[in-house]
């Protein structure tokens, strides 16, 4: 079976600090792994993804993520947190094992104090 | 190209009655998902459609269908309305289903 866990359920940083987001996952064969941001009553928007090859990946708005297989990890990062970077962010995991078919972490709510 | 694009946005029905959501995929995508996300359960996998056929399906009661058309674009039903379905309805497609998927904005349905 495949999961996802997001130990944070609600992260708060100041404006301009540093953000890493953590994310377990399981699967039973080679993962690809997501994080999606969502705004209040939006759908998800893609931040980044891995597939295969560098485990440090780059996204959009300057977040990167970085995979660790030995720990099975897929850790969020961003060096300075802006205050529109506040959202909900889901780290999910997916593949061929179960093509269509994404397994969600619960999601980590950050709050970006000014 | 235009992105997932999900009708009706927002929905109320009374407990009892049926629902129909529609799914249109991004262009050239052949596989359409379906979740569901609610603040007690997060998002759930429903099911995945791929060229017409249903390739995989979640845990939900029978009471939740969908199907998709040869233009690849996919509806889901539910059926005899439950408190506990209101949620946000969430549809994603990818090419070819085990990669990238793209979420529209969703549905918001309210059960009362």
């Known amino acids: 079976a495949q999961s996802v866990t997001q130990p944070d359920i609600h992260i708060t940083v100041s404006e301009g600090a540093s953000l890493e987001l953590r994310c377990n996952y399981s699967y039973g064969a080679t993962p690809y792994l997501f994080w999606y941001v969502q705004s209040p009553g939006q759908g998800l928007q893609l931040l980044l993804k891995?597939?295969?090859?560098?485990?440090l990946v780059q996204g959009i708005k300057g977040f990167e993520a970085e995979f660790k297989r030995s720990q099975s990890s897929f850790n969020l990062r961003k060096p300075s947190v802006h205050w529109s970077d506040a959202a909900e962010y889901f780290c999910?995991?997916?593949?061929?094992?179960?093509?269509?078919?994404?397994?969600f972490g619960d999601g980590t709510t950050l709050t970006v104090k000014p | 190209k235009a992105g997932v694009t999900q009708t009706p946005r927002y929905l109320i029905k009374t407990r009892g009655q049926q629902v129909t959501l529609s799914c249109s995929p991004i262009?050239?995508?052949?596989?359409v998902s379906w979740y569901q996300q609610t603040p007690g359960q997060g998002l759930q996998f429903l099911f995945e459609y791929f060229s017409e056929t249903q390739r995989n399906k979640g845990n939900f009661p029978g009471r939740f269908s969908g199907r998709q058309f040869s233009n690849s674009r996919s509806e889901m039903n539910v059926s005899t309305l439950e408190l506990g379905d209101s949620a946000l309805y969430l549809c994603?497609?990818?090419?070819?289903?085990?990669?990238?998927?793209?979420f529209g904005p969703g549905t918001r349905l309210l059960v009362l």
């Open positions: 891995y597939f295969s090859g560098d485990t």
């Open positions: 999910a995991v997916g593949g061929m094992l179960n093509a269509g078919k994404s397994t």
């Open positions: 262009s050239g995508h052949r596989s």
């Open positions: 994603a497609s990818s090419s070819a289903g085990g990669e990238t998927q793209y």
